[in-house]
DNA sequence: AGGTTGATGTCAGTGCCTGACATCAACCAC
DNA sequence: GTGGTTGATGTCAGGCACTGACATCAACCT
């Protein structure tokens, strides 16, 4: 006999983004989360360290697919590949979630703590990338460079992956847009009128 | 006669980053604050949106800086060159306050809730400044890349300058990561070991 | 059989933040 | 000047996020 159904964390994972959804976050509160779900509010904050958290925990998977990526890539390479190399192995972790995503992200957008956490998680990634790229003998300022640049083509590419109508796969966008930042960064004039 | 003491603002946005820096931001409520300069927690409340933002109220300024510089740059300038344009013409409104932005600094990297707000403002900066392209006919995703090179300058930057013995000026230190980031996006490899 | 573990529940409490209403000096209109 | 208005502040009640301390009890181990 069981005494709780398993997949805690799950569960509410599940219930809060759902319930953020159909009513908004702020409207929601943790207690409503824990007990559409068979659980008090307490044991929601010993699966989740805030209610915000609940919907970014997984991110961690991200951040090390992209340090793993940075120091997979060969020795030798110029930053700028390192990142498109890390930028293509990693996308294929949101390929398939382009709905989930942009269900998630309707609720980020639209509430101002979770637009905080969101940044807090990427500066987070930026910081591991810059902390790889230096692994590789990339010195400062150029590995926190480097890690910047990663980083916002990645955000760049996935908020356009998931506007309205964009059919394109993650890392495609994410190629088309390193390569625009590029020519920016060479561009001596702007395109004519 | 005076029937209230005038400055409410200040006064609070003086006392709470005192008492942030002597005994820690989670240690510090926000009757405490108000109480230090003889007002009541209703009050605070009524100066500054919540606990964090008595640190940041202040960004407006240097935003409309960067917006207005961006906006003032010859027509037919490269993006890049708006941006080092920009980053010259604020300096100036920091360069006087180094020892408060290194006392405001280490606060704020000491505690996530500040790291998150101080997050968000760069982000707000950022879409403001992609909207001030935008407005000069730069089209996106060129405009989002030219603000976001913009702030990532002005930030990285930023943590050097404020870095214990650095003595250049943050007009220099921008200078000097915006070429470092222009060979970045150039170099085909890194430099020999 | 008995002890341990670990996820959960219960309860009390703190601090952030808000809405509603009261106060009262300064200011303005006539 | 009398009287009404304004606006910054105080007071009070309350909701919700989050935490520490302690209890519970099935599953598991010895």
Redesign the interface.
Known sequence: MVRWEPGATDRLRVAALELYVQQGYEQTTVGEIAKSVGLTERTFFRHFADKREVLFDGEDLLQHAFVAAVAAAPP??????VVAAALASTAQHLEERRPWSRKRNQVIAAN?PL???E??K??SLTAAIAEAFRQR??PD??A???A??CV?VFA?AFG?WIADGETRSLATVERD?LA???Q???????AE?
Do not use: D, N, W, Y
Request: hydrophobic fraction near 45%.
């Open positions: 030798g390479s110029a930053p700028l590949e101002q637009k905080e956490r940044l807090l990427l500066a003998g990339v300022p150029a926190a460079l480097a910047e640049t916002t760049v356009q847009i625009e930042f590029k920016l960064m060479t561009a001596l004039e702007t009128p």
